[in-house]
């Protein structure tokens, strides 16, 4: 099993953050566990604890950075406009910004209700193997428009109760989500249609783990289960980053592992999600048969220019980790341990370090991200049948955990998973499968004082 967590100590006393520990016995082990981002870890609990630079980026870079920060916050506007410079949103679209999904830099969440706005998810649309564009609707429903353009459709959602039991006889209940289209300008979608919910995850930490070596993260892979542990991690391979030459390159963002770089992932969002051009996807998102979004207004060609793109990438990728709260308690160490002794931590990696970086901050760093970045078969009961890459309709990515305890804190609300079914904690370890499907009976059949000393671990993440 690959998960034991692992003691740091190597942060010498001197290297400990204001508040984070002293200098007495073991207060270097206590300094560097908190450290979830390596030396760029921040210090702070507050609202906008993802939102924060590297506490290592230099003077000089943090004027990028806050331009980076602009463009991402800035609400794109239909052309033509007199800003010239944020004009061409659309013609169909999900969000107006980045942040409109990722609130403070943080994740998205379902709609409560079929009147709440949508705050973060959308809808991958594909039907096949490998997966190809539905006639009209493309690879992402749209379910807003400029004027004069048809919106795709209304996402619905109807969820069925699963009750269950803990090994104590206490009940829970989990709510499995089904989504449908409603009010498609183009028909009915096809039966052979796949659907696939994606909640926008949070955004910082995303240079560091750029930043991981590929060797590091192939060397975690076990396709073939060799180790006889049931666990068979297994990395995607994609294509279409700048500067491949066309060679399938190693996935590390997305629900599914299907995005390379932090380039690559943010113009993918600016074109899919906000209907923004840039110069790697220079084509307007209308499949073919809209002929409104054909015939709309552009704001150019690109809309969003190299600057703009360049800025918004440097921006997400020196996005600090807040760090590690409650550090070295009793409650925390025995969930630490638990999360350790039923497995978790056999996907959830707790160290990785990072190698080479054009930026200092994210170069030859010791993080606590817990994710290998392999994608794991979870079962049929988080399944979306859709194919993606390499990755299979019941495989996903292992999560990062660092900052999950904030969400609640950043984003006021505690919905997780890749399309926010869980309402909390407990219900996204419930619903794990599949390969993980031992580690969920451990922790299912745990009395409920080890339970809530393994969240109060993951809370201080």
């Given at each position: 099993m690959r998960g034991a967590a692992v003691?740091?100590?190597?942060?010498?006393?001197?290297?400990?953050?204001?508040?984070?520990?002293?200098?007495g016995d073991g207060d270097g082990d206590r300094a560097g566990r908190a450290l979830s981002g390596g030396n760029g870890t921040v210090d702070d609990t507050t609202g906008m604890a993802f939102a924060l630079a590297l506490k290592t980026l230099p003077s000089s870079k943090r004027r990028a950075f806050q331009v980076g920060n602009s463009f991402f916050n800035r609400n794109w506007v239909t052309a033509p406009a007199s800003a010239t410079g944020r004009d061409g949103l659309g013609p169909t679209f999900n969000a107006q910004s980045c942040s409109s999904c990722h609130l403070h830099d943080g994740r998205g969440q379902p709609p409560a209700g079929p009147r709440d706005p949508e705050r973060g998810l959308l809808l991958r649309l594909s039907a096949g193997d490998p997966p190809r564009p539905l006639r009209f609707?493309?690879?992402?429903?749209?379910?807003?428009?400029?004027?004069?353009?048809?919106?795709?459709?209304?996402?619905?959602?109807?969820?069925?109760?699963?009750?269950?039991?803990?090994?104590?006889?206490?009940?829970?209940?989990?709510?499995?989500?089904?989504?449908?289209?409603?009010?498609?300008?183009?028909?009915?979608?096809?039966?052979?249609?796949?659907?696939?919910?994606?909640?926008?995850?949070?955004?910082?930490?995303?240079?560091?783990?750029?930043?991981?070596?590929?060797?590091?993260?192939?060397?975690?892979?076990?396709?073939?289960?060799?180790?006889?542990?049931?666990?068979?991690?297994?990395?995607?391979?994609?294509?279409?980053?700048?500067?491949?030459?066309?060679?399938?390159?190693?996935?590390?963002?997305?629900?599914?592992?299907?995005?390379?770089?932090v380039e690559q992932q943010s113009a993918s969002a600016f074109t899919g999600d906000i209907g923004i051009t840039s110069p790697l996807f220079g084509k307007e998102n209308c499949p073919p048969g809209q002929r409104a979004c054909a015939r709309a207004r552009t704001g150019g060609r690109p809309e969003a220019d190299a600057r703009t793109l360049e800025r918004v990438t440097f921006y997400t990728r020196t996005l600090a980790v807040p760090a590690r709260r409650a550090v070295g308690s009793a409650v925390t160490d025995a969930g630490e341990r638990t999360f350790a002794q039923i497995g978790c931590g056999s996907c959830h990696l707790p160290e990785l370090r990072t190698g080479a970086s054009d930026v200092a901050g994210l170069r030859d760093q010791l993080i606590r991200p817990y994710t290998d970045l392999l994608l794991h078969d979870m079962g049929p009961g988080l399944a979306d049948g859709r194919p993606d890459g390499l990755a299979t309709g019941s495989e996903w990515r292992t999560a990062p955990l660092w900052g999950i305890g904030l969400v609640p804190t950043v984003n006021r609300h505690t919905r997780f998973l890749h399309d926010g079914r869980a309402r909390g904690l407990e219900?996204?370890?419930?619903?794990?499968?599949?390969?993980?499907?031992?580690?969920?009976?451990?922790?299912?059949?745990?009395?409920a004082r080890e339970r809530r000393e393994l969240v109060a671990f993951l809370e201080s993440l």
């Open positions: 003691a740091a100590g190597v942060f010498a006393c001197v290297l400990a953050l204001a508040g984070f520990a002293g200098c609707y493309g690879s992402q429903l749209q379910d807003r428009a400029i004027a004069g353009v048809p919106a795709e459709g209304r996402i619905r959602i109807s969820r069925t109760p699963l009750r269950g039991r803990y090994g104590d006889g206490t009940p829970f209940e989990l709510l499995a989500p089904r989504y449908t289209v409603a009010d498609g300008a183009f028909g009915p979608l096809p039966r052979d249609a796949q659907i696939s919910p994606r909640v926008a995850p949070a955004v910082f930490g995303v240079g560091l783990l750029e930043a991981v070596p590929e060797a590091t993260v192939v060397e975690h892979a076990d396709p073939g289960d060799r180790d006889d542990d049931g666990i068979s991690g297994r990395p995607n391979r994609v294509g279409g980053e700048r500067g491949s030459g066309g060679r399938p390159a190693l996935g590390r963002f997305g629900w599914k592992a299907n995005v390379a770089t219900e996204a370890i419930l619903w794990h499968g599949g390969e993980a499907r031992p580690a969920r009976e451990r922790f299912r059949r745990l009395p």
